[in-house]
C-alpha cells in the first residue's frame, strides 16, 4: 500500500487496527476464548479445550507470519516491541511472565480478557485497566519532573545485566542458520504448527466445539492481519517508495516537506513500526491519551487496538443480550483484582507482552524470549490456581508455604516426599 501523504497512511493504519480489534474482541467474547480460562479448565478440571484453542490461535498466526515474511509482505526483523532484538532478556521474560500470570489469575483474566469484560458491563475491569495502565505508563514514562520511570528505578540495575547477546537477532531460524533464516523460520515454524496442529486436533471433543475453533482461528488470523497491514504501509516520497516508519527520520521528515504538510508535530517512529496485537504498553498509552486531554494526535495503533476490543465485545454482548453490570462481590474480590492488577502491569511491560503480545504475537515471530514468556506466564498462573485451591479446600490447616509446596509437588518441582498436604 503506497500512499502520497502521512496523514492519509497514518489513517489507514488506526483504522485498520480498529476494525481488526473490533473483529477480535467480537469474536473472543462470542467463543469465550480465555488465555487464564484455558489454564483454568486444564489444571482444575482436566479439560484442554480452550488451551487447545489458545494453541490454535498461535499456529495461525506462526504459519501467517513465516510465509508472509518469506514473501515479504511481513518485517517481523523491524517489530515493535523489538520481539527479535539481539539481547535475549530472558530474566525479564521470565520474572514479568510469571509476575503476569499470578496477576491475570487473581484479576480474573488476561489484559485482553479484562478489555472483552469491560465492553461486556464488567465495572470491576475498569479498574483493573486503569491500574494496569498508570503502570504501564510510567514503566515507560518518565514521573513528572524526573528523568526517571518504574523500569530505572526497580528493575534496571539489576535484572537487565543479566541478558545475554546471541547475535543481530534471537529467534530459532536466525540462531539455526543465520545465513538463511527465511528459509530456517519456514522450516522451523513449519514444524512446530504442524506439531500444534496434531495435538490440537486429535481431540474429537475439540473438532466438534464450533467456538473453539472459530475463536482460535479467528484470533490468530487478526494477529497476522495486524502484521500484514502495519508491514505494508509506505508514502511515495519523491518517487521513492518509504515505508511509514522510515519516513519520520530526520533524512525525509526534514527535507521533504509536501508528504506531511499540515502536521506540525512530528510522530515518534517505534509505534509506527511492523506490530501486532499486544495489550498492556497499549493500556498505559491509553492512560497517557485520556490524561493529555484525548489529543488525537496521540493516537496509536496500540490505543486503537484497546478501543476496538472494547467496542467489539460491547457490540456482541448487546447483540447476545449478555451485557451485565458486574461490581465486586467482596472486599477480597477488590482486593486480588487490585493485586492482580499491579502484577499484570509490571509483569506485562518486564515481559514485554502478555498471553496475546507474548505467547501469539510473539511467538508468531519465533523469538526465544517470547517463548519464555509463554511458559512463564502458563507456570506463575497454574501455580496460583493450585496454591488456592489447596487453601480453598484446607481452609486454615492449609498456610500459604503448605500449600506453595504442595503445589510444587503436584507439578513435579519438588519431589514428592515434601508434600505438606493430601492430593486433592
Known amino acids: 500500500m503506497i500512499f502520497d501523504s502521512f496523514a492519509e497512511a497514518q489513517s489507514v493504519l488506526l483504522w485498520s487496527t480498529f476494525a481488526i480489534a473490533l473483529v477480535m474482541g467480537a469474536v473472543v467474547n462470542k467463543t469465550n476464548f480465555c488465555t487464564m480460562g484455558a489454564v483454568s479448565d486444564a489444571v482444575n478440571m482436566g479439560d484442554w479445550g480452550r488451551m487447545r484453542a489458545w494453541l490454535l490461535a498461535i499456529a495461525v498466526a506462526l504459519v501467517g507470519v513465516v510465509v508472509l515474511e518469506a514473501a515479504g509482505l511481513v518485517a517481523a526483523n523491524d517489530a515493535f516491541p523489538p520481539y527479535r532484538m539481539g539481547q535475549l532478556v530472558w530474566a525479564e521474560n521470565l520474572l514479568g511472565g510469571i509476575l503476569f500470570g499470578i496477576g491475570m489469575t487473581l484479576a480474573s483474566g488476561c489484559g485482553n480478557k479484562c478489555l472483552i469484560r469491560i465492553g461486556g458491563g464488567n465495572i470491576k475491569s475498569i479498574m483493573v485497566l486503569l491500574i494496569i495502565g498508570v503502570i504501564a505508563y510510567f514503566m515507560v514514562n518518565p514521573f513528572p519532573g524526573s528523568d526517571q520511570t518504574l523500569m530505572s528505578v ?66 490468530g488470523l487478526c494477529v497476522v492481519g495486524a502484521w500484514y497491514v502495519t508491514s505494508n504501509l509506505n508514502l511515495n516520497i519523491e518517487d521513492e517508495v518509504v515505508a511509514l516508519r522510515h519516513a519520520v527520520t530526520p533524512d525525509y521528515w526534514d527535507m521533504y516537506t509536501d508528504f506531511h504538510e499540515g502536521i506540525e508535530e512530528k510522530p515518534v517512529a517505534a509505534p509506527l513500526s511492523p506490530q501486532s496485537f499486544t495489550f498492556i504498553n497499549p493500556m498505559g498509552q491509553t492512560v497517557g491519551y485520556a490524561a493529555q486531554g484525548f489529543d488525537s494526535t496521540l493516537l496509536t495503533f496500540g490505543i486503537m487496538s484497546v478501543f476496538g476490543v472494547i467496542l467489539g465485545s460491547l457490540l456482541w454482548s448487546l447483540l447476545s443480550k449478555g451485557f451485565r453490570i458486574e461490581w465486586f462481590a467482596s472486599f477480597k474480590d477488590f482486593l486480588n483484582h487490585f493485586i492482580g492488577a499491579v502484577l499484570m502491569g509490571f509483569g506485562g511491560v518486564l515481559a514485554m507482552g502478555c498471553t496475546v503480545g507474548q505467547a501469539i504475537t510473539g511467538v508468531s515471530t519465533l523469538a526465544v524470549g517470547s517463548i519464555i514468556t509463554f511458559i512463564a506466564i502458563v507456570f506463575g498462573s497454574a501455580l496460583t490456581m493450585k496454591i488456592q485451591y489447596y487453601k480453598m479446600v484446607y481452609e486454615d490447616e492449609a498456610t500459604f508455604g503448605k500449600a506453595l509446596i504442595t503445589a510444587l509437588v503436584d507439578m513435579r518441582l519438588l519431589p514428592a516426599g515434601m508434600r505438606k498436604l493430601d492430593a486433592v
Open 154 to 219: 526497580l528493575f534496571i540495575d539489576w535484572i537487565r545485566p543479566l541478558a545475554v547477546n546471541v547475535g543481530p537477532y534471537q529467534d530459532l531460524g536466525s540462531l539455526v542458520s543465520s545465513d538463511n533464516a527465511v528459509m530456517a523460520r519456514l522450516v522451523i515454524g513449519g514444524f512446530i504448527a504442524a506439531f500444534l496442529l496434531l495435538v490440537i486436533l486429535k481431540s474429537a471433543e475439540f473438532r466438534s466445539s464450533f467456538d473453539n475453533i472459530l475463536g482460535g482461528v479467528v484470533v
